[in-house]
Structures are given as C-alpha cells and as structure tokens.
C-alpha cells in the first residue's frame, strides 16, 4: 500500500512526462553527435525508452537482461537537484565498444587498465552530452563531480546509497525503502558501421533520484511547460 | 574546517604523485604543481598569469582545449583518456625505451572548482601512465605473437589435413583399379595357387582401405571437420550393413555373430546412419578380431524414450582374449590398441576406438568397455536419435490370430539361439528352443502328438550330428501326411551359393547369418504367406540382390577407362547391361535416347561433372523418378550432401565395393515384379523366369550389328568412340536421331512460332547432346549456335541458324535412310513403334532362346516353363506344332531329341 | 503574403508546444497544422496545400526522412525542414542531400526567422 502511495507522489503527468523525454531525446542526440566524432562515423539512435520505476524494478530489468558484473560511468551531480547519472554497459559490450573505437587489434580478454581509462573518457563524453542538455533546459543550477569508472552487479549500481554521500545522509533521516527510487532511462546506441555489423553497442542511461529530488524535478517540469 | 595554513597546501599539492594545473576564467595559469615543472622542463615563474592555449598552442581546437571551456562555462568534468586523445600536454618522463626524456603518456582530468567567490576555475590533474601504456603494449604483442603461431599451427594443420584428404582421393583411385581388377579377376578360372596370390591381393587391399579412411578421419577430427548429418533412416539397414560388413570375417574365424535389437527400440530414427555403422562395424570387427572363438553379439535397447528422442545403448559383447584394467584405459587413445604387440598381431591403426569415441559424442551419447583378461569384452555406446514417425509400431502382426503362434528354433550356439528365440517372442509368438535336429524332431512329433503343431521351424544349417538341411529332409520325410510346418534354414554367407545349388523342396527360405529382429519378423511373415511392408527391406535385399539387377539397364557416366571398366564388368556379372557415357554431357544425352533403369554418376568430369548433369537430368520432369547414384572419391559428408542437394538418390564411395554398390543399386531398380507382390515371394524359378524375360543378351546383338564405313555428316570413329566402340548403342542412337529428329529444324521453329521458347531451347540442346554422340560435328556446332541464340533471344541469329540446322540435317538422313532401309518404307510413327516392339520381343526371344539351349543341354527340366515363355511371346498359333512336340520331349526327359526339334524352331524364329 | 499553412510533425507534444508558441507569437498569419507521426501527416495533409513543413526525425513508425521523401512526392514545392536532436554531421549532410533544411534541436524563435528569410518570408 505504501508503495502505491508513493507512486502516486511521483506521477508525472503525460506531458511532464513526454517534455522530460525529449529533453533525454536531446540530450541523446548530443551524445551521439559527440560519439560519431570520436568513432568518425555515424551513430544510430532508437527512440529513447522513458520509464520511472522503483528500485527493484530497476534491478530486475537490468537483471533480467545482463547476468554477469556491469560495467558503468557514474557522474553526480549536486546542487538544488542533486542525482546520479549512470552509464550502464552490459559486460560483453563494454568490451566491444571499447575495442570499436580504439580498433585494437589484439585485444585482451579482460578490459585491461588502459580500456578502462578509454570506457571512463567515452562514458564521461557521453553523460557530459546528456546531462549539458538536459540541465540546459531547467532554471536549477548544478555542480559536477567527476566522472567514475564502476564495475558491481545491478543491485549495487541501482542502489542510490551507493552513489551520494549527500543522498545518502538525507536518505537516512527518511523511510529508506520509499526512497530508493530510480528514473530508468533506456537508450540504445548503434554504430552505423556497414562492414562492421558486429559492432552494435547498446547501453542505458539511469538517473538516480531521492524522493526530494523528484520532487524538484516535477516542479522544474511544471515552469518550463508554463512557459510554453 | 578551520583556515589551513597555505603554504601547507601548496606543498602538498607540490608533492602530490600528479600533475595539478589550475586555471583562473580566463583559462590563465595560477597553479603549477612541481611534477609539472619536472614533467615540462617549465619553472611555474615562467608559466605563471599566461593563458593555457597560448603556451600551448598546438592544444587550441583539441579535446582538451573543449573539456577546459567546458569546465569553465558549464562545470562540466571531463576524462580524457590516452587514447582517445590525441593531443595532449607536451610532457616528458623516464622511461626504459625512450630514455630519460621520453614522451609521456598521460590521463587528463579537467574538472571545475569554485573559489570562495562562488567563481568557477579550472583544475587540470595529470596522470602519468607511461609504464601502464607500455605493459599494456608489451601484453598485446605477446598476445599477437601468441596468436600468431597459433595460427601458423591451425594452418600447417589445415595443411596437414588437407593434404591427407587429397593424398586419400589419389590413392582411392589406384585402389579401385586393384580391389575391382582382383575381385573381377577371382571370378575367373583360376588354380588353386593363382587364387590364393589374389584373395590374398584383394584381401590386403580391403585392409589397406580401412587403414586410409581410419585416417582420414582422424585427420578429420584432428581438424574439426568430422561433420553429422541428420537424415532419417532404418536402425535395421544400419545394422544389416554391419552384419554383411563383418560376417565373412567372422565365418573364417568360426565365429557366431548374432544381433538383438530390444522390442522398444525405435527403428525409424534420424541422424547419421553411416557414422552409426562406422562405429558399430569398428566395435564388432575389434570384437571378431580378438575372439578365437564362441561368440559375438550386437544387442540394442532404450535407454531413454521420448515422444521425439530416444536414447539407445549399443552393446558389443565378445567371448574374445579381453584386457587388463591397464589395458582398458589407453584404449581409446590415438595410436594405441590394448598393447603394441596386439597392433603387429591382429593389425590396423589403432585410430577406430579413438574414431569411434569422437563420433559417439557427437551422437551425444558416451562409450566404455568392460573386460578383464580372458573372459571377453563388452563394449558400450550411448547414442541420442530424433525419432521419426513415432506412433508407428513395429513387427505389427498383420491377423490377430497369428498372436500365440507356435514356432521351434533349433541352433546348437546357445547364444544365437537365445537371440532368435527372443525375437520371435517380441512378435508375441510361442517359442521353443532346442539344440540340435534330434531335438527338434522330437518336439515336432510331440507338439502333433499334443495337436498343437509348429507352425514354422527355424533350423540352423550347421548344427553338429544333423544339420539343418537333413533335418528339414527329415521333417518332410516322417511327417508328410501331417500338417507340415514353413522350415527357414539359416546359413552362413559362404554357404549361400552350395544351398542355393542344392535347391531343395525342403526349405522355404533360406537366411543368411547373422540374421536380425527385422529379417525374422520378414522371413517368418514370408513364409505364413504376408505381405510385410517396410519391416522387410533388409530379407528383400538378401533375396532380391542377386536378381535385382538381372536385365536392368544402367547408364555408367564415368571418364576414367579403368573405373569404367570395373563398373560396367561388376554389374554385367550381375546380369545387368551397361551403357557408357564418359562425362556428364554424354550421360545427359544418353538418357534422352535410351530408357535405363538407374544411372551411376562419377562427380569429377571433363566437359560436365556430375553435380551439373543431375541438376539438367532432373529438370525434365521425365526423369524425376530415374535413379541416379553418385560415386565419389572424396568421401566427406558435405560431398554427400552435395550430392543429394543436386537430386541424386544415393552415393557409393570409391573404391566401389562390389556389395555395397550391388545393395544400394538393388534398392533402387525395382524387380518388374516384386517378390512381396506374390504368394509365394520365394518361388526362385519364378523368379528367373521373369528375369529371363527382361534379359537383353548385349554380346549376341553386339555380334549382329553391322555398320557402313561411313556415313554422311557424321564422323563415325568420333561418334563411336562417345560411345565406348558399343557399336549396338551407337547403332540404336543413330536410329533414335533418324526416327526422331527428321524435322528437328521444323519442331524447334513451331515451338517457337507459339513462343514456347523454353520447349525450342530444350529440342535444341537435346539435339546438340545426340549429335554430338553420334560424331555429328557439323550438326552438334550449329545447334549449340542455335540454343544460344534461343536462350539469348537473337531472333536473326535464330532463323539463320534455323535454315543452317534444316541444310545440314538433310545429307545426315539420307544417309541414315539407306542404313534403315528396312525402316525407311514405315515414315509414319506408328508403324515405327510397332518395330520398335517387335525389336524388344526380338530380344526377348534371343534371350528365351539361349536360356532354353542351356537348359535343354543340361537335361533340365525347367526348360519346359521357358518354352511355354516363348510360346507366349512368339505370340502366332503358326508354330504351335512345334511348341508342342517340344513340350512333350521335354515332358517325357527326351533331351536329345528335344535338342533336334528345338534347333529347328530356333531356324525358323530366327527369321521373324 | 497571409494565410499560409504550415505544418509541424513531432511525436513529442513540448517539441510541437514550442513551435506552437513561436508560430502565435511571430506569425501569426499563419495557419499552423500539428502531426505526431508520419501517417497522420499524410492524411492531414491529403487535402490542404501546405507551404512550410517542419519534421522531426525520430518518430515512432516512419522516420523523418522517409516522410520528407513521400511529402516531396505529393508537394514538390513545399520547402521541408528536419528538425531533430540528432544533430550528427551525417544526417545533416543527408537532410542536405535530399533538399531538405537542417534544424537542431531546441527550436527557437530565432531559428524560424532564420527559414523564413531563406522562403522569402
């Protein structure tokens, strides 16, 4: 029951909701654009996929889809509207995304240091893309923390008390059940590369918010669509 | 947190293992940590208050210079990483390779900070990855190296592999030429001695075979190429193949070989039926080969039954010298047999168990034996099969009231009997089993006694004291005015032919050993007077092998003589005729020509291979149904594959295996009258008869044939020549082109004045193939000329050539009429095809004839249903008066004068 | 030069909101139709002549180029822009290729204007 409740709380309406996914939309077309200049070729992009769920929900579609450790960047971002963005790679194509675009021709069975370094600077380029564009749009200001590389399975990189020591301390004054709430946003990336079909990557963006900050996000949405 | 003193600070930031660089909005330097003056060989002093780009102007326009605005105007951080970056800091470090001042590698951090102010600032940390870049650079050429002479092996591999496939297909060639010459040449008269040096040629051969193809596969396996397939097939064909494969071995060794195959087994099932028997024909001649005697059994049963799968075990038990523990463990390693001194004793590559354990896994099962020394072996294999029509039962007796059937099995090997006599109970018949003939009798009389007969026995032909044969003998003797049961005598495969001679009334039928479920659910169906559907494939074969072929007429397309001439003398002994084409156009021509029973088709071909002929065969829908049975040397499953896909119906692997090619032509030339079709479907004197009717004698034509020196238009040594010197088929394919292709020209331009183009390019290309046979040369040039320009669609070049073709047809049959001459005065195609009759009872009649003249010599009196034969063909009432005082003569045993009456007889038919 | 129609074809409602609002605040002579796919494009369109089309590019069903391509067969004259966030050097040279004007993401007042001069408004 109390979850129903809380749902309620957080319930964008339809256009709240369709305004927050084209601001993604965006924010997606930036990162491709910035992704199609370092692999020097064109970028596929899929209509993005918006859902706001629970945590578990969370966990159990990246679950469902990826078994073994996730790779992800983790960018936080602090300020009125604080969160957690996160690019999440399934291992395997991680592995092949990095190798696309450094075009290794020897590649290592583990993602070595140096891939590592490269997932970080790509994944940075990418959340750097999307989340210029997506706070381009709100009044709130933000602050940056660098970009990190992570390696866990869902059920931690889903966990918002993973991520924030500023979350993470207000979450511990409230229900933390309630709270650990997470914006899922799926996108695909796709290399265009004709030669090359094998190499398709796909990833998705998740933004972690508090319920507070949820809060903000909705009214954030209500003045800009009061502007239009 | 309180003040800190800044000094502190700074040092701190000095020291720190990074390079730390800090922009004020203006993107000029105000920091400069100490490891940047070393990494840059620049004093902060010098760097102090200047604007980052302008000290660095091969930066500006780089990630670098972005990521800084970026940090400065958004706050937004960014990684750049070594890589992806390919303009960074002018920074130098010690290393192995480049010394003291080698370029550093580096990863870049740009992030923003605020002041005190709230203003934004830009803070660039440096890391010095040089060493990471240059382990990572090290472990990728080893692994590159590593890869490298991986792949320098898997070629010299491939190398290795291919070679040996190559060197097996050169050295397949030459032996056919020896197993095919010495089988042929053991059929001729030989002395004892003569006959020892070839059996014993042939036999190596066979062996030498068996070592090539072991390691063919092996190097298959070697290279991952061993490939399955997946067709359906008949458990039973599969094991009635391993029987005829070991049962001569095993005769010599005085060995019983029996099969079982459990009641539940499915025999409709889908894999590969060949890897099947590859396995089972290793296992059991291991098994024949290290039993001096007693026994070898094949048994099967379910180990697991699905709707669609079953898994079956294949048991392979030997009463043979057995093996230690030691012994059992190398066994199915490469190269290895039970000891060294077993591989120069009983010989062979070691490879079969090791072959036989790759395919067994790949049949998803396992393989394992038990032994100990002495007391014999088992071996075991697992095996998983998709099932094919699953609901099909099995033996279904065809009436109820054959449930409860009484029948006896007397065999003095306790195991065959054991083995029969469980098959025979599967059938849910009464079975009694006994060991000997004396036995039987016994229970014969008592079951009378009982009123409670047998209604058929199974005798074995060798049992001690009395053998099947006097049993039998003895049974029609004391029981004659009883109700008498069927007897099935089993004998083994060399004592065929002397039972056969014996032909005796005793007998029903006749079964070779090592009999099957299957085969004794056929025979004793047989004998009760069913009809036997499916179930009876391998009996029929049994029976109708030897007389499949008789009067069949096979087309050879094969290019090499010796092949050739192997082939076509194998099937003439069989009693089939066989017309020669030396490449796949021939063949395509010759079936146009001539109507044949099955074609045997080489793949490798000058001209046409085989692939391509197939595919042309089976366009036209006349030959849908024609078989053809492909012979390749190259033995891979894929070329199999190969084979079928272009629509031939089977393979032989070269060498051929005078047997197996008799097998599986058998399966697919049909008898003209089935044995099943008949009461009694082993009625052999029948039997012959029908062959002797079909029986085109090809030396007797081959004699009358008479040829001019030449003939208009056609070059007669070329022409002859695409025909193997068989002057009669070269003489029946002039005759084909004269009665048919008189108005070629005329045919080709109606079927293109209704725009039938497709009908038009068929006549033509047909056309080119006959008169290409036929040495037609000019012919053959402007009908090629002509079927291009059809298919092309040149309509000037069509009539052009339309005109040419009708020019030169002309001389050709004008020239062909005064050879037909006796034709020439019936132009009309009914009457031609009345000759055409009277042509096939003419060769009939020859071969009545001779048949009789053998008959009659001998004082046989079988001669008198070949006369009545004749009477009927002959078919006019003019020679009754003859028939029948030749019918009586023979009657009456009147041999000699029969020999008179039928001399004359043969004088005056002669002149039909 | 009043009464032209223009059309704006975009899944999401904020993205036609925004070309909404500029279309009532500058030109308000024009007659602005509004379409969330391709299909409901073509039939709006089916008996209106139409001088000015703004299509986005990722939509649900047909892509933006494909309906440019079918709306150049029925409305050669029509000039026809892509509006999209997919801002790749590419699919402007493709947008280009086929004749079509290029705008990124957000729309704005200014980038209208800046269509209208080049249609000689």
């Known amino acids: 029951m109390e979850k129903v409740e809380c749902r309620r709380v957080f319930k964008l309406s339809a256009l709240e909701e369709d305004a927050l996914k084209e601001f993604f939309n965006m924010g997606l077309g930036m990162a491709a654009d910035s992704l199609s200049q370092m692999v020097d070729n064109e970028v596929l992009l899929s209509l993005p996929q918006l859902k706001i769920v629970s945590y578990e929900e969370a966990t159990a579609h990246l679950v469902a889809n990826q078994k073994e450790k996730l790779v992800a960047v983790r960018q936080n971002f602090i300020g009125e509207l604080s969160g957690t963005a996160l690019l999440i790679f399934p291992g395997a194509e991680s592995l092949e995304l990095v190798r696309t675009l450094l075009s290794d021709d020897m590649p290592l069975d583990i993602l070595s240091e140096l891939e590592q370094e490269t997932l970080l600077d790509v994944g940075n380029v990418i959340l750097n893309a999307f989340l210029a564009s997506f706070t381009q749009m709100m009044s709130v200001e933000f602050d940056f923390e660098a970009a990190e590389f992570l390696k866990g399975s869902s059920e931690f990189l889903l966990n918002i008390t993973s991520h924030l020591a500023t979350q993470q301390r207000a979450i511990m004054g409230d229900s933390v059940a309630d709270d650990e709430r997470a914006v899922l946003l799926m996108m695909d990336f796709k290399t265009s590369d004709e030669e090359k079909k094998q190499h398709t990557l796909s990833g998705f963006v998740v933004l972690l918010f508090t319920r507070q900050a949820m809060a903000v996000l909705k009214k954030e949405l209500e003045t800009i669509l009061g502007q239009w | 947190m309180a003040e800190m003193d800044k000094h502190l600070l700074t040092r701190a930031l000095d020291v720190s293992a990074v390079g730390i660089v800090i922009l004020d909005p203006d993107q000029k330097i105000v920091f400069w940590n100490e490891w940047m003056e070393k990494g840059s060989h620049l004093p902060f002093d010098t760097v102090f208050n200047q604007p980052i780009f302008e000290l660095f102007p091969n930066l500006v326009n780089s990630r670098v210079e972005r990521a800084v605005e970026g940090a400065l105007t958004n706050g937004l951080p960014t990684a750049l990483s070594h890589r992806l970056t390919p303009r960074l800091f002018p920074l130098y470090t010690a290393s192995e390779k480049g010394g003291k001042n080698a370029k550093m590698s580096q990863m870049v951090l740009v992030k923003a900070i605020r002041d005190s102010d709230g203003i934004r600032y830009c803070m660039i940390q440096i890391e010095d990855i040089t060493n990471t870049v240059s382990r990572e650079h090290l472990l990728r050429n080893q692994a590159r190296e590593l890869e490298k002479s991986k792949q320098i092996a898997q070629s010299a591999n491939q190398a290795k592999s291919d070679f040996l496939a190559n060197m097996s297909h050169e050295i397949r060639t030459p032996m056919n030429a020896i197993i095919g010459m010495s089988h042929l040449a053991l059929k001729t008269d030989l002395d004892a001695r003569q006959r020892d040096y070839l059996q014993k040629v042939n036999n190596s051969a066979q062996s030498l075979l068996g070592i090539i193809n072991d390691i063919l596969d092996f190097s298959k396996i070697e290279a991952g190429k061993l490939t399955m397939e997946l067709v359906p097939f008949y458990l039973d064909d599969v094991l009635k193949n391993v029987a005829n494969l070991i049962s001569i071995k095993a005769e010599e060794n005085g060995l019983e070989v029996s099969f079982h195959v459990d009641k539940d087994v499915p025999l409709n099932l889908i894999g590969d039926p060949l890897r099947l028997g590859q396995v089972l024909t290793n296992l059991a001649s291991n098994a024949v080969k290290f039993t001096k005697q007693g026994n070898v059994v094949l048994s099967t049963h379910v180990k697991a039954l699905q709707e669609y799968r079953v898994v079956l075990v294949f048991k392979v038990k030997d009463t043979g010298i057995g093996m230690s523990e030691a012994q059992q463990k190398q066994l199915f390693q490469a190269f290895s047999q039970a000891d060294s001194s077993t591989t120069r004793r009983f010989g062979g590559t070691g490879l079969g168990l090791t072959i036989s354990k790759r395919l067994v896994k790949m049949m998803g099962g396992e393989i394992w034996v038990e032994s100990a020394p002495e007391q014999g072996s088992t071996f075991q294999f697992t095996a998983t099969f998709s099932r094919k029509d699953t609901d099909r039962r099995r033996f279904r007796l065809p009436s109820r009231d054959l449930i409860g059937l009484r029948v006896l099995v007397a065999d003095n090997n306790p195991i065959v009997r054991e083995v029969t006599q469980k098959s025979l109970a599967s059938f849910s018949f009464q079975v009694t089993a006994v060991a000997s003939g004396e036995e039987a009798l016994f229970e014969i009389e008592n079951a009378l006694g009982n009123n409670q007969p047998f209604e058929i026995v199974y005798l074995d032909r060798n049992m001690e004291i009395m053998g099947g044969m006097e049993t039998a003998h003895e049974i029609k003797r004391r029981f004659s005015q009883k109700k008498l049961p069927k007897i099935i005598l089993l004998t083994t495969y060399s004592q065929q032919d002397v039972v056969k001679a014996a032909r005796t009334d005793d007998v029903d039928v006749f079964l070779t050993k090592p009999v099957n479920t299957s085969m004794i659910f056929a025979a004793s169906m047989t004998v009760l007077g069913h009809r036997v559907a499916h179930a009876n494939t391998a009996l029929r074969e049994q029976i109708a092998n030897e007389n499949a072929l008789r009067g069949s007429h096979i087309l050879l397309v094969e290019d090499n003589e010796i092949n050739q001439q192997i082939a076509k003398e194998l099937l003439e002994e069989e009693g089939a005729t066989v017309q020669i084409a030396s490449n796949g156009q021939e063949g395509v021509a010759a079936i146009e020509l001539v109507q044949f029973d099955a074609v045997l088709m080489d793949i490798q071909m000058p001209i046409m291979d085989g692939y391509v002929a197939t595919r042309i065969i089976r366009e036209d829908e006349r030959f849908a149904d024609l ?29 051929i295996n005078p047997t197996s090619m008799f097998q599986i032509l058998s399966r697919f030339i049909k008898p003209k009258q089935l044995i099943a079709d008949k009461t009694n479907p082993l009625d052999e004197r029948e039997q012959q008869e029908v062959v002797a009717q079909q029986q085109i004698p090809a030396e007797i034509e081959r004699q009358t044939v008479l040829l001019p020196d030449t003939l208009d238009g056609i070059d007669m040594n070329r022409g002859l020549h695409s025909v193997n010197d068989n002057k009669t088929l070269y003489l029946k394919v002039l005759r084909g082109i004269y009665t048919r292709n008189q108005g070629i020209a005329e045919q080709i331009k109606s079927a293109l004045d209704i725009g039938d183009g497709q009908t038009a390019q068929r006549l033509a290309h047909t056309f080119k193939g006959v008169s290409g046979t036929i040495g037609a040369t000019k012919l053959y040039e402007i009908s090629a000329q002509l079927e291009e320009a059809i298919k092309f669609g040149d309509d000037t070049n069509i009539s052009g050539q339309l005109n040419l073709l009708s020019e030169a047809v002309k001389p050709v049959m004008v020239g062909l009429a005064q050879l037909f001459e006796q034709e020439k005065q019936h132009t009309n195609t009914e009457i031609e095809q009345k000759t055409l009759d009277r042509k096939v009872d003419k060769t009939q009649i020859d071969a009545l004839i001779s048949r009789l003249t053998v008959l009659i010599e001998d004082g046989d009196s079988d001669a008198l249903d070949v006369v009545n034969k004749l009477k009927k063909i002959v078919g006019s009432s003019h020679y009754d008066a003859q028939f029948n005082q030749l019918e009586l003569l023979i009657d009456d045993y009147e041999f000699e004068q029969a020999q008179v009456i039928f001399q004359q007889l043969v004088a005056v038919l002669s002149e039909i | 030069m009043s009464n032209q129609t223009a059309i704006i074809i975009d899944d999401s409602s904020l993205a036609r909101m925004m070309v909404r609002k500029i279309f009532a605040t500058s030109m308000a002579d024009w007659t602005l139709l509004e379409a969330a796919n391709g299909d409901e494009a073509l039939a709006l369109m089916a008996d209106k002549s139409v001088d000015l089309a703004l299509v986005d590019f990722n939509m649900p069903g047909m892509n933006g180029i494909d309906l440019a391509e079918r709306m150049m067969e029925t409305a050669p004259s029509m000039s026809i822009h892509l509006v999209t966030a997919n801002i790749q050097e590419r699919m402007r040279i493709r947008a280009e290729s086929m004749g079509l004007g290029f705008i990124k993401k957000p729309i704005n007042a200014a980038k209208v204007a800046e269509i209208m001069k080049h249609i000689g408004h």
Do not use: F, Y
């Not at chain 2, 199999?640 to 060498?655: F, S, T, V």
């Open chain 2, 627 to 655: 078989p053809i049975i492909a012979m390749t040397a190259n033995a891979m499953a894929s070329d199999r594959e190969k084979c079928l896909q272009a629509g031939m119906d089977e393979h032989i692997d070269k060498p």
